[in-house]
Nanobody, 127 residues
Framework: QLQLVESGGGLVQPGGSLRLSCAAS????????IGWFRQAPGKEREGVSC????????KYADSVKGRFTISRDNAKNTVYLQMNSLKPEDTAIYYC????????????????????WGQGTQVTVSS
């Protein structure tokens, strides 16, 4: 069974940092582009960042550019989202997802391109 598991969420003060991890079981993440998404209470799920299979192509939402960094360690079958300078508006459930239908040479920032999703990890930014 293909599964994605997010970890690393928690409560952090504004200006703080967290690193989220996305690990896979039942398949190898290395072959797929991976996206990070988030959903705040009462809002639609939105794209945060994505990374190609090689890591050479990445994308970021304007709201997180310069603060968040996506990376992958294919040896560990894990994708990371380093989040710095966190703001209260970053509070949301964060999900990772895999695009298993395309080559993965580039990544896409739309939800419709991703067909396997994790259960999410809560990130709360509050003083």
């Amino acid at each position: 069974q293909l599964q994605l598991v997010e970890s690393g969420g928690g409560l952090v003060q504004p200006g703080g940092s967290l690193r989220l991890s996305c690990a896979a079981s039942g398949f190898t993440l290395n072959y797929y582009a991976i996206g990070w998404f988030r959903q705040a209470p009462g809002k639609e799920r939105e794209g945060v960042s994505c990374i190609s299979t090689s890591g050479g192509s990445t994308k970021y939402a304007d709201s997180v550019k310069g603060r968040f960094t996506i990376s992958r360690d294919n040896a560990k079958n894990t994708v990371y989202l380093q989040m710095n300078s966190l703001k209260p508006e970053d509070t949301a459930i964060y999900y990772c997802a895999a695009d298993t239908s395309r080559s993965g040479f580039v990544c896409y920032d739309g939800l419709v391109f991703y067909d396997y999703w994790g259960q999410g990890t809560q990130v709360t930014v509050s003083s």
